[in-house]
């Protein structure tokens, strides 16, 4: 071989090096759940006929696609057994760009391209709750904007502080929105639930599971679980999960496989459990999916993955609000629900920022809230806590930053508190927590709860929505 062609050749050959190596790299960055590299966790698990569920079922779900997701077998059982089941819509699914992108045939949409998107969604959202046996009555279309639901659980809130969502409106457009108009508000979709809860009465209520990591979907679990707790409504609590890493693994239609948590998600408190699907229920899930024409367009193999030997089905127990005597000294409040550890890139490489889990506790003369996190606290990384507290005459909400030695307190609503006057900080190795005065908790019922660690804008790890009991009791 001639030395000028050597010399291209090695050229070629170390370019594709290159090439190689940085798709590489590109993909471990952008794929942000190191965990789902590995196999499912596949532990002996419970199963959950249909008589787990009660004479009225009510399913939550952000967008239309999701109800048949992760509660197809639900409704076809329950209907099986003579149980009323309603669906609740979140939003009309108008925030997708590549599914608006495809149904309006352009590179870049348009506000009527979302909106028609949206339509075209509730149209199939119909269809496919048709072919597991539902009328149009039986599922509610709430309108508010996909891919803001986490704005309006956050900072939008108050209903003169409207989010404008990509359809480009700050209220519901559609006609056959639960609420005609609805203000693109935290408030209204609180009052919406609250309104559907009263009236429909539901034995059990089917709704995301907390740790989903899609923004919309980790926003629609705490607001479900915001009203239930607002309106101190006792009801079976299940979760679902579609939205975590490459669950469910593999990507692909395979009937035969079941459905198994993440491994990420191994060694929390969740309790999963199994419904078993036989042959004639996934061919109807199947069929009923299908039904998403612009979602099979664009993320087909993803929906598949969902037809398989079962279900999967999260449940709870709430932790209770510990005593604090033994803090007053200066020790961290005792952690109460945890989350996941080294589960992306991000937290991987910034373990300072990697949430191990949240705690908080109650004396007679202060309260404490804290966080842990998987190596030494970091003075450059910015913390929050957050909490909805629950009494008998409202809820107020305490977000809190901590950067260093600096302690906020972020006024994004009407019932925003300040920070409480004597609030002070402890950081110690890997926890940092807050005492302040007792009357923070005092006479709440519950207290919701999560808390984030990031950069800037950019949020690093997340804590789930939890809520906390107390041991107060209301009224006689």
Request: hydrophobic share 40%.
């Amino acid at each position: 071989m001639a030395p000028g062609r050597i010399g291209k050749v090695l050229i070629r050959l170390r370019a594709g090096i290159v090439l190689a190596l940085a798709t590489l790299l590109a993909v471990v960055l952008y794929r942000p759940y190191l965990a789902d590299w590995l196999p499912p966790a596949r532990k002996g698990l419970p199963g959950t006929g249909a008589s787990a569920f009660g004479e009225r079922v009510l399913i939550v779900a952000p967008h239309p696609d999701d109800e048949a997701l992760g509660g197809a077998g639900v409704i076809l059982k329950a209907r099986a057994a003579g149980s009323r089941v309603r669906v609740v819509v979140m939003t009309s699914g108008d925030g997708f760009k590549m599914a608006a992108a495809e149904n309006s045939r352009v590179a870049a949409p348009t506000p009527a391209d979302y909106r028609r998107l949206g339509e075209a969604r509730h149209q199939e959202s119909l269809a496919a709750m048709a072919h597991l046996g539902l009328s149009s009555g039986d599922i509610l279309f709430l309108g508010y904007p996909d891919g803001g639901l986490s704005r309006l659980w956050e900072t939008n809130w108050d209903e003169n502080c409207p989010y404008t969502g990509l359809n480009g409106s700050r209220q519901s457009p559609y006609p056959f929105s639960y609420q005609q108009e609805a203000v693109y508000c935290g408030a209204g979709v609180v009052q919406n639930l609250a309104a559907i809860l009263r009236d429909f009465n539901p034995t059990d209520v089917v709704y995301p599971d907390p740790n989903d990591q899609n923004h919309d979907h980790l926003a629609t679990s705490a607001f479900v679980k915001y009203t239930l707790a607002e309106q101190n409504f006792k009801t079976k609590e299940w979760t679902y999960l579609v939205h975590r890493g490459d669950f469910p693994w593999p990507w692909k239609y395979d009937p035969n496989l079941s459905l198994h948590p993440p491994r990420a998600l191994e060694g929390l408190d969740t309790r999963w459990h199994y419904l078993p699907l036989d042959d004639r229920e996934k061919g109807l899930k199947l069929e009923a999916v299908k039904k998403y024409v612009t979602q099979v367009r664009v993320i087909a193999p993803f929906l598949m993955a969902f037809i398989r030997t079962n279900e999967l089905f999260g449940s709870f127990t709430d932790p209770v609000l510990p005593g604090d005597e033994g803090s007053g000294a200066g020790n961290p409040p005792p952690i109460l629900f945890l989350d996941p550890v080294e589960d992306t890139v991000g937290r991987e490489l910034e373990s300072g920022a990697d949430l191990v889990g949240v705690g908080a506790a109650q004396a007679a003369d202060h309260f404490t809230i804290g966080l842990a996190t998987r190596e030494a606290i970091n003075p450059r990384i910015q913390y929050a806590l957050q909490m909805r507290i629950f009494r008998p005459e409202g809820v107020q909400r305490l977000d809190l930053t901590v950067t260093g030695t600096r302690v906020k307190a972020r006024k994004e609503a009407a019932n925003s508190l300040d920070l409480p006057a004597g609030t002070r900080l402890e950081v110690r190795g890997k926890r940092l927590w807050l005492s302040m005065p007792a009357g923070v908790a005092a006479g709440a019922t519950g207290i919701l709860m999560s808390a984030t660690a990031g950069s800037g804008d950019r949020i690093i790890d997340r804590a789930a929505w939890r809520l906390v009991r107390t041991l107060y009791k209301s009224g006689p």
